[in-house]
């Protein structure tokens, strides 16, 4: 009988010693959770882990066991990296951005519920029909009946919580409420979790949101709306980027949008665009043209241009295939 997916990473995994784990940059709760997760259950058996992101872990996830094991690094170089390297929740180098492409002695293993935009990893699970990559590190230790530990469930349940809002978008299959529910009963607290991740904000934050809603704007029809942060507010407000985490909520949560964007002026210059549907557009697709990705309803990118010119890039799109669908 052949070996599942799922076995033969974990096999390959456990002939390591020492493993690098990465994932995307401006790292998620489903990015941490994910890594903390596999870290975790492969230091249980003697495997060392390594954790680098180009970011820092957002103050949001500090409370996950584990986080300060992630190292902040602009770039690695080959010999830095294990032979082995397990990539999770994202499929391209460029969102990883910590190397440009491993050398043929390095394994690379990929697990994600993105689409790859290139060929990467030598060994791969992805399912791009699943909400959160948490879902499907708990599905690879399942499979291989690792113990999951309520250190590892609070981790995998923080995943599966964030990339679904809480249980809340469009992604929230059975699978993942079924997750959230084999993640409690091995210990993950979603008390815990959910005030942590949702009610746990600097007062700051709330001042800078203040700002970003006075920015609120709508399409005439109302199925657009809108929200945007310049460098000047985070200023006043003594904020940086991870404080708008899940700002895009806002324009969303009106009645009658579709489609929500909400627009970040970076530090580096250009600006990072949030997309997000409730139902039938396919915001992945618009995020596309602009070099970003992601899933139907969630989607992201960055656009080298000035506030202003994205805003009408991006709405022009939108507005583009809200018109394809009446035609
Ligand atoms: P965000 O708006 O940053 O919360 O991103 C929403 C989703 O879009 C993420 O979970 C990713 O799946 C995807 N995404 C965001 N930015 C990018 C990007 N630059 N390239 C590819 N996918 C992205
Ligand atoms: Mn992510
Ligand atoms: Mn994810």
Redesign the pocket.
């Known amino acids: 009988m052949a070996t599942s997916p799922l076995r033969e990473i974990w096999e390959k995994l456990c002939s390591y010693k020492e493993i690098t784990i990465l994932t995307h940059k ?1 790292p ?1 709760g ?1 990015a941490i959770g994910s890594v903390l997760a596999i870290s975790t259950a492969l230091e249980r058996i003697g495997i060392t882990t390594r954790l680098y992101n180009r970011h820092d872990v957002p103050m949001v996830y500090r409370f996950l066991p584990g986080w300060e094991k992630i190292e902040v690094v602009d770039e690695l170089n080959p010999s830095e990296l294990s032979p082995c390297i397990v990539v999770l929740d994202a499929s391209d180098f460029g ?1 990883v951005s910590l190397f440009k492409k491993a050398s043929e002695e390095k394994t690379v293993v990929l697990i994600d519920h ?1 689409q790859p935009r290139e060929s990467f990893g030598d060994l791969a699970f992805i399912d791009t029909s699943s909400a959160s990559t948490g879902e499907l590190v708990l599905k690879l230790l399942e499979e291989n009946r690792v113990e999951i530990t309520p250190d590892i469930a609070l981790c995998l349940y923080t995943a599966v919580f964030t ?1 679904t809002g809480g249980f809340r978008y469009p992604n929230t299959s059975s699978d993942a409420l079924y997750a959230g529910y084999k993640l409690a009963s091995y210990g993950a607290d979603p008390t815990l979790v959910a005030s942590q991740v949702y009610s746990n904000y600097p007062g700051n934050r709330h001042k800078l949101l203040g700002m970003a809603l006075n920015t609120l704007g709508w399409s005439e029809d109302g199925l657009v709306a809108w929200m945007e942060v310049t460098l000047e507010m985070f200023k006043a407000t003594g904020t940086k980027a991870e404080d708008t985490e899940d700002f ?1 909520d806002f324009p969303r949560s009106i009645k009658g949008v579709e489609v929500a964007l ?1 627009f970040r002026e970076r530090e580096v210059g250009g600006v ?1 665009v ?2 997000r549907s409730k139902s039938w557009m396919d915001v992945a697709s618009v ?1 596309s043209l602009f ?5 139907k309803n ?5 656009i080298d241009s000035t506030l202003t010119e994205a805003k009408e890039m991006i709405k022009a799109e939108v507005f583009k295939a809200i018109q394809g669908r009446r035609n």
Do not use: N, P
């Not at 070099?291 to 899933?295: D, K, T, V």
């Not at 969630?298 to 960055?302: L, V």
């Open positions: 401006s998620d489903d969102r993105h990339d895009v909400f990072k949030s997309l995020a070099g970003g990705g992601g899933h969630a989607a992201g990118c960055e």
